[in-house]
């Protein structure tokens, strides 16, 4: 019954910015990790950002001081604030979330993914 759903993908100029939101819903206990991975044609899925269920945060180089990775618990829902956008940041998004259910399985999930494009 878990669910993650990605909104806030588009097209943006370069140095443009955007907000991704994932929010989570079903039967969750609890969560353990959460990240944005990304995917571009003829590249490998490649992980953005994470945060832990205590806040701490971890991102790729290509992306440091230029994303942020938040996450509102009451909401079940991680954000990815991307700045100073660039073309080569340009690919699906997805979250993904590594959570308990309710009846204490433990199990990683993914959204189906929002499309990111950079261009002028």
């Known amino acids: 019954q878990v669910q993650l759903v990605e909104s806030g993908g588009g097209l943006v100029q370069p140095g443009g910015s955007l907000r991704l939101s994932c929010a989570a819903s079903?039967?969750?206990?609890?969560?353990?990790?959460m990240g944005w991975y990304r995917q571009a044609p003829g590249k490998q899925r490649e992980l953005v950002a994470t945060?832990?269920?205590?806040?701490?945060?971890n991102y790729a180089d290509s992306v440091k001081a230029r994303f942020t990775i938040s996450r509102d618990n009451a909401k079940n829902t991680v954000y990815l604030q991307m700045n100073s956008l660039k073309p080569e940041d340009t690919a699906v998004y997805y979250c993904?979330?590594?959570?308990?259910?309710?009846?204490?399985?433990?199990?990683?999930?993914w959204g189906r993914g929002t499309q990111v494009t950079v261009s002028s």
């Open positions: 993904n979330a590594n959570l308990y259910t309710i009846s204490r399985q433990s199990g990683d999930y």
């Open positions: 079903g039967s969750i206990f609890s969560f353990n990790n």
């Open positions: 945060i832990t269920s205590g806040g701490s945060t």
